[in-house]
């Protein structure tokens, strides 16, 4: 038998769809590292993680059904548990049903290794990264959120069929909150070194239209089948990755902005510590507003959940 990896990851809600894609795309990425799949259905844990294993026998990593307790002893503990939208349901809407589940989970954990990082990806994410800090006891640079950056990964496609330029090669973010109050950074955005709205091909280009795209994929695809996970499983397995192998990758995703006073979709650079740095956007006059107006919703909900 292969030996097992030194680091491990493990996925609180792996039986579900985000948690099964989050477990896969590790496996799938070569993250050389041991994946535990953790539910509170346990025979949705096991099938996932038996189905998994099957993806595992050329590549690095490994995967197994794993415990909460050894879940809380992870070098990286993915929160994926709760329940989902329903079509047309704002991820707002789930903070009801999540945020008790969440509590309960950060105490299944305990004791936390202290050098642990923990993802949030369970909706609505930038308030549950917010519970989750608090209630895991861990520092804020070491509880983070997926947030926006799945919403930028969605920018940056469109763009690039806009643009013929490789989406890795735009840098563009959707800032604030993974939720109906997103905005795009229009203003930061650039491509080749120049700002992205003076390319040719963005002139006539009506950038409403595209931001109501990128704010309404996920209606569209819950709405077709259900829920959406793909895009979400390798997004989440890419951060863990930079968590792991300390790259410095700077990130659309949630974390603590000291001056904001709250957690919030925003670029950070993620390494072995967490969040290492976080930067300062430009923005215009109504970028600075729609900014406000996420952070306002964003404390709003904390205030009433803490
Ligand atoms: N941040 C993002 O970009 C995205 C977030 N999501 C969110 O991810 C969450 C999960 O979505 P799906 O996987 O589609 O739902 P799902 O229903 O397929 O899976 C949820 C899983 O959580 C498990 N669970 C519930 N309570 C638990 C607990 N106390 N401990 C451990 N496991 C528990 C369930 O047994 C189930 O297996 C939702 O909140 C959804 O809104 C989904 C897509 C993207
Ligand atoms: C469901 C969700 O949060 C998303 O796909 O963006």
Redesign the pocket.
């Known amino acids: 038998m292969a030996s097992v990896p030194k680091q491990r990851v493990s996925v609180i809600g792996g039986g579900g769809n985000v948690g099964a894609a989050t477990a896969f795309s590790l496996i799938a990425k070569g993250v050389p590292a041991e994946v535990l799949v953790v539910d509170v259905v346990d025979k949705a844990a096991e099938g996932q993680a038996l189905d998994i294993s099957d993806a595992a026998f050329m590549m690095p990593g490994i995967c197994r059904k794993g415990t909460f307790k050894e879940a809380g002893q992870s070098d990286v503990i993915i929160v994926t548990a709760g329940a989902r939208?329903q079509p047309n349901e704002p991820?707002s809407a789930l903070i009801d049903r999540n945020y008790k589940i969440i509590k309960s989970i950060m105490d299944s954990l305990q004791p936390i290794k202290q050098t642990a990082k923990i993802l949030m990806v369970s909706?609505p994410v930038d308030v549950l990264t917010d519970i989750a800090q608090k209630t895991s006891g861990l520092p804020r640079n070491q509880v983070i959120g997926s947030g926006t950056y799945?919403?930028s990964g969605r920018l940056r496609n469109a763009l690039s069929e806009i643009t013929g330029v490789s989406p890795t090669s735009i840098h563009a973010y959707m800032l604030g909150e993974?939720g109906d109050n997103q905005f795009t950074g229009w203003s930061s955005a650039r491509i080749g070194g120049r700002p992205l709205l003076e390319h040719p091909k963005m002139k006539e280009i009506d950038l409403d239209k595209i931001y109501e795209q990128i704010q309404r994929k996920?209606y569209v695809?819950?709405e077709a089948k259900g829920s959406?996970y793909y895009?979400?499983g390798i997004c989440a397995a890419t951060i863990a990755e930079a968590l792991l192998n300390n790259t410095n990758q700077v990130f659309p995703i949630v974390n603590y902005v000291e001056k904001f006073g709250c957690y919030l979709s925003w670029p950070a650079a993620i390494g072995c510590d967490g969040v290492e740095q976080s930067f300062d956007v430009k923005l215009d006059s109504e970028e600075c507003k729609k900014l406000d107006s996420a952070i306002n919703a964003i404390k709003e909900v904390c205030s009433k959940y803490n």
């Open positions: 939208q991820r909706n799945l919403d993974h996920a695809i819950i959406t895009g979400i």
